[in-house]
């Protein structure tokens, strides 16, 4: 069956440029997560979409960065006048959204670079 | 909160040999799962394998297995037989049961096999 898929690959943008990163989720998959890794932070996470449920926005580094998820399904996330420090590769997961064990099945990424 | 540490930046191990990389772990919630990914240079996550912290066995798949001390916070993975496809980064992660099922990371041990 599909995994992850994510779009685009690669993005090379301006300082203070906006960009939109996807995610197309596994088919039934409840749970959607974005997550950053980078050569200083490693991996982090970003926000959490569980269901019809509010978003866990608790990782986002500012202001600028902002995600939706339409449908339950397809995931934007958004960076706002991007800064040379948000360089990096995004990384986007999707479960199924149960209890107990629950894997986390990711998708490519997208690499990110701000001139 | 949570806390993986992997100690060992990179290994070296000879092909068809066993390898042990080394992870630990810090958290205050109750029922948690530990996870190891894998992330080839194409920049993909791989999962590999899972171990609930109420499982009473370690848990195997295939080559892989994980080597699993509660009370000393380990879990380490065991690669037997290795094969010059295993060269890679190995992540070790873990989340809670409930709540935000986020994965914390650790900073990933470069596994590199020699033939």
């Known amino acids: 069956g599909a995994g992850v898929s994510q779009s685009p690959s690669n993005k090379v943008t301006e300082k203070g440029k906006d960009v939109e990163l996807r995610c197309d989720p596994i088919?039934?998959?409840?749970?959607l997560y974005w997550y950053r890794q980078s050569l200083g932070q490693g991996l982090e996470f970003l926000i959490y979409?569980?269901?019809?449920?509010?978003?866990?926005k608790s990782g986002l580094p500012s202001d600028r960065f902002s995600a939706e998820r339409t449908g339950g399904s397809v995931s934007t996330l958004t960076i706002q006048r991007t800064q040379q420090e948000d360089s990096a590769v995004y990384l986007c997961?999707?479960?199924?959204?149960?209890?107990?064990?629950?894997?986390?099945?990711f998708g490519p990424g997208t690499r990110l670079l701000v001139l | 909160a949570q806390k993986i540490t992997q100690t060992q930046p990179g290994m070296f191990v000879q092909e068809k040999e066993a390898v042990t990389l080394d992870c630990t772990y810090d958290?205050?919630?109750?029922?948690?799962?530990l996870f190891w990914y894998k992330q080839p240079s194409s920049g993909e996550m791989i999962f590999l394998i899972y171990?609930?912290?109420?499982?009473?066995q370690n848990a195997t798949e295939g080559r892989y297995s994980l080597n699993f001390q509660k009370a000393r916070k380990s879990a380490n993975l065991v690669i037997s037989a290795s094969q010059l496809g295993d060269s890679a980064m190995y992540f070790c992660?873990?989340?809670?049961?409930?709540?935000?099922?986020?994965?914390?990371f650790g900073s990933g041990t470069r596994l590199q096999v020699q033939p």
């Open positions: 997961a999707s479960s199924l959204g149960g209890q107990g064990k629950e894997t986390q099945y």
């Open positions: 088919s039934g998959h409840t749970a």
């Open positions: 979409f569980q269901g019809n449920s509010a978003p866990d």
């Open positions: 958290t205050s919630d109750p029922s948690y799962g």
């Open positions: 171990q609930g912290s109420y499982d009473q």
């Open positions: 992660a873990m989340s809670p049961d409930t709540g935000r099922r986020a994965l914390t």
